[in-house]
């Protein structure tokens, strides 16, 4: 069993950054793939980042070269800076585990899921 807390939502201007944390628990946290989604209000839940247990990431065009996905694995904690940000990226964030590697962008495909953290961005 592994239990995510997301943390470091907050309001920001449209061109700034923010970090958002994410906390887990329980020995595995090395071993499985971590991602981060988003939702927006009234959308589909929208894949943003994933870190394979090796460290290779993967992201979608929507926010590669402004997001980075990293994690610390002595801290058990995933990581998502995000720079340049737009209010098309204001949503609730997610971070999600799964046990296996592949699919990676694929939320059905994670066993594990936070709370959520919310991210609005204004104009």
């Known amino acids: 069993q592994v239990q995510l807390v997301e943390s470091g939502g907050g309001l920001v201007q449209a061109g700034g950054s923010l970090t958002l944390s994410c906390t887990a628990s329980?020995?595995?946290?090395?071993?499985?793939?971590m991602g981060w989604f988003r939702q927006a209000p009234g959308k589909e839940r929208e894949f943003v980042a994933a870190?394979?247990?090796?460290?290779?990431?993967f992201y979608p065009d929507s926010v590669k070269g402004r997001f980075t996905i990293s994690k610390d694995i002595a801290k058990n904690t995933l990581y998502l800076q995000m720079n340049s940000l737009q209010p098309t990226d204001t949503a609730v964030y997610y971070c999600?585990?799964?046990?296996?590697?592949?699919?990676?962008?694929?939320?059905?495909?994670?066993?594990?899921w936070g709370q959520g953290t919310q991210v609005t961005v204004s104009s």
């Open positions: 999600a585990a799964q046990r296996g590697i592949l699919r990676v962008g694929i939320g059905s495909e994670y066993d594990y």
């Open positions: 329980g020995r595995a946290f090395s071993t499985y793939t």
């Open positions: 870190i394979r247990r090796f460290g290779d990431t």
